[in-house]
């Protein structure tokens, strides 16, 4: 099976099978971009992933195994894991839109420094997991199990609104302050996330309309407390 994508300076050639296409030779991403919209990606994600795909290709001018895991190997070596996961996200995004399914960048794997470092340690969260679990206490389930596998700050979770998740492209967008960042979220998350969506959320959100996607008892959005 021939699969070689090669970007020149003049035009954007690729082959895959046998077959061949041409690009203009500044990286028309426009398609791209229909593609994330398509998904329901959000502006601040396409721009994102907009600049993954361009940064691999000031490297690279060929999509292949070898030049993705190079590619890798660099923002390892420039970025913090968390924001190199978001580079592969974007570029593994792309790689679905250009209908290439021979190969995957995997993401990397890190030990994720959570809330949790700072509040209990791995044994008594797991703990806290089952108690909760076992208590059929779900909504404090779901939110817990949520920040741990996310890491994701307590003013950030408590402002996350139902248009901030994308379950189809396994992101949500964060928002603390004047600050936004996107967290990719893995299979396991991404599956719990469903389940509260689907069952416990509807038990406390009254009001039609409401957007904010963790809600107290009442059905508003939570506080710090």
């Known amino acids: 099976m021939e699969t070689t994508f090669i970007f020149p300076s003049d035009n954007t050639r690729f082959k895959e099978n ?10 028309e991403l426009t398609p791209f971009k ?12 396409i721009r994102i992933y907009l600049l993954a795909v361009r940064h691999f290709f000031s490297h690279s001018d ?8 190079a590619h890798k190997a660099w923002l390892l070596e420039h970025y913090r894991p ?22 995957k ?17 791995k044994r008594n969260y797991e703990i806290l997991k089952k108690k909760l679990k076992k208590d059929e206490n779900w909504f404090w389930y779901f939110v817990v199990r949520f920040l741990g596998a ?37 299979n396991v998350s991404r599956k719990a996330l469903e389940r509260y969506m689907a069952e416990g959320r509807p038990a406390f959100v009254r009001q039609r309309g409401e957007k904010i ?6 059905g508003k959005a939570m506080s710090r407390q």
Not at 37 to 44: P, Q, T, Y
Not at 62 to 68: G, S
Not at 162 to 171: A, F
């Open 82 to 103: 968390a924001t190199v996961n978001v580079h592969i996200h974007g570029m593994n995004q792309y790689l679905q839109y250009m209908e290439i399914s021979s190969f």
């Open 34 to 45: 229909d593609f994330l919209l398509r998904k329901g990606a959000s502006d601040n994600t």
């Open 18 to 27: 046998g077959s061949e296409n041409t690009l203009s030779n500044d990286l």
């Open 105 to 121: 960048l995997p993401a990397v794997k890190y030990q994720q420094k959570t809330f949790i470092d700072n509040v209990i340690s």
């Open 62 to 69: 060929t999509i292949d195994p070898e030049n993705l895991q």
């Open 150 to 186: 996310t890491g994701m700050r307590v003013s950030e979770l408590i402002h996350l609104e139902i248009d901030d998740v994308n379950l189809s492209l396994g992101y949500v967008t964060c928002h603390d302050s004047e600050k936004e960042r996107v967290i990719p979220i893995g």
């Open 213 to 218: 996607l963790f809600t107290n008892c009442s």
